[in-house]
């Protein structure tokens, strides 16, 4: 009986000029959204490899200085982008794509492509992402709004029970077609930039594992889409009821949820300001962590161990640097400054993100497309996993220039004194980046995931309740 309901349905829908003509109208829009995101992450990709390889050559081309100033001279740590992010950019925009690496200092990400953008980009740059979170609701209400109500009102309904139709096997018939119709979007949205990376030679086999998983959720954010519409149609008396009830959650699903939980997740968790972090940072690091004391005390206990250490009594006596291993000492203390107060930035940064969590299970929307940021790589948890690989190359290539400086020479030297080059600067390994499996994506996503089960517990209560007004 659902299958009769099921081909019955497919077949009405593609006989229907409205639902035919949505259907193509809603493929034009997301293909259009998709070619764009992707043209932009073609775009953004080979900017940022051009923009590495002259970081980069600038950097061992340096010439001949003092290893300290070499130094100074900075790294940039480039973040490459996987192909998933055509699909959903989220924070990305915003955190920056390249972490400038010099010594005594972790900075934080720049080039925000949302900072450079002209203001009036905010309302032209929508992503695949959102035009499929915001659109497929959309169609689905377009759809579904009288699925019900409309066989009630045309008195099939009655007809129907009086054949003997059980109206749990209609209403599954109907689901499962209307699941089948907007099926296909959620399967192309998630494999188009896969496929499109894949042809082009530049995609790991990981790659296939996240994009399944965000395919996955696109079919469950449809799932859930599907039966809310039917529930709402069988729960109102006519179309015209269905069509207004659905097309309010449309507005409250994609615009007000998010926009409120965003406003209300920044008032409840305020971040630092600029000048605020870094002025804690410099106080800590100048004036010490309890109990450790300040620069000018742990440089003076610094020095006197190691005139001990190597039997002088003054620094310029010594076999090896002064200088370079001084700063060692203070970069090591300057590196636990900062992650006390970075770790402290990140749980504001969590502490924000659950909050729009919570909001997540009052809007769909939100909580797909906060599951889409953890599958395609923009979301918090992979942005720090780069930032902290970043800040980790950073403390290596610091250390191995003070330690190279500080084997190659004798007492105290001056800054002006130019004996490293282009070997000291080549013999740096370049910054390489590789995102976590998929398994890492799923492990961050285990909330968004619940949260998308919660939407499919609410919509099967809804069904189920609805069942009752299925009397004709």
């Known amino acids: 009986m659902i299958g009769a309901v099921f081909r019955k349905e497919l077949k009405a829908m593609a006989r229907e000029g409205r639902i035919a003509a949505l259907l193509a109208l809603g493929a034009v829009v997301l293909a259009i959204a998709l070619l764009v995101s992707l043209q932009r992450h073609a775009t953004v990709a080979s900017e940022m490899a051009r923009a590495a390889a002259a970081t980069r050559q600038q950097w061992d081309d340096q010439g001949d200085k003092h290893p300290h100033r070499g130094a100074h001279f900075g790294l940039y740590a480039f973040r490459p982008a996987s192909p998933l992010t055509a699909i959903e950019p989220g924070l990305g925009d915003y955190f920056g794509q390249a972490l400038w690496l010099e010594p005594h200092r972790r900075n934080v990400a720049r080039f925000e492509p949302a900072q450079d953008a002209l203001p009036a980009a905010r309302f032209g740059d929508l992503s695949a992402g959102f035009v499929f979170a915001a659109l497929l609701p959309l169609l689905v209400l377009a759809v579904s709004f009288d699925a019900v109500s409309g066989e009630r009102q045309r ?105 409120v939980g965003a406003a209300l997740a920044r008032q409840a968790v305020p971040l630092p300001s600029a000048q605020a972090f870094w002025a804690a940072i410099q106080h800590d690091y100048t004036e010490g962590l309890p109990g450790d004391g300040n ?58 993100e659950n909050l729009m969590r919570v909001a997540a299970l009052l809007s769909p929307t939100l909580a797909i497309r906060n599951f889409a940021m953890k599958m395609a790589g923009t979301d918090l948890a992979h942005q720090r996993h780069y930032e902290t690989a970043a800040e ?45 499996p998929a398994g890492f ?28 007004r299925m009397q004709p």
């Not at 909330?447 to 499919?456: D, F, H, Q, R, T």
């Open 392 to 436: 980790r190359y950073r403390q290596t290539v610091n250390t191995a220039i003070d330690a190279w400086d500080a084997s190659h020479t004798r007492g105290l030297t001056s800054f002006e004194d130019q004996y490293a080059g282009a070997a000291l600067w080549r013999a740096i390994r370049p910054f390489a980046y590789t995102m976590p």
């Open 155 to 259: 008195g099939t309904l009655r007809m129907l029970h009086g054949a003997g139709m059980v109206p749990a096997s209609l209403l599954a018939g109907k689901f499962f077609a209307l699941g089948a119709g907007f099926a296909g979007f959620s399967l192309a949205l998630a494999a188009a930039p896969v496929v499109a990376s894949h042809a082009g030679g530049s995609l790991d086999a990981a790659m296939w594992w996240r994009a399944g998983g965000l395919g996955a959720g696109y079919l469950l954010y449809t799932a859930i889409l599907a039966g809310l519409g039917l529930a709402v149609s069988a729960w109102m008396a006519n179309g015209r009821s269905a069509l207004l009830t659905l097309a309010g959650l449309w507005l409250a699903f994609v615009f007000v949820i998010p926009g």
């Open 295 to 352: 620069l000018a005390a742990r440089t003076a206990r610094h020095d006197a161990a190691l005139l001990a250490r190597y039997g002088v009594s003054r620094l310029a006596d010594l076999p090896v640097g002064a200088a370079p291993l001084r700063r060692l000492q203070r970069d090591a203390y300057a590196d636990r400054v900062h992650a006390l107060h970075f770790d402290a930035l990140w749980q504001r940064y969590a502490a924000q």
């Open 441 to 468: 994506a799923l492990r961050a996503a285990w909330p968004e995931i619940a949260c998308l089960l919660w939407w499919c517990g609410l919509v099967a209560a809804a069904l189920y309740g609805s069942l009752r």
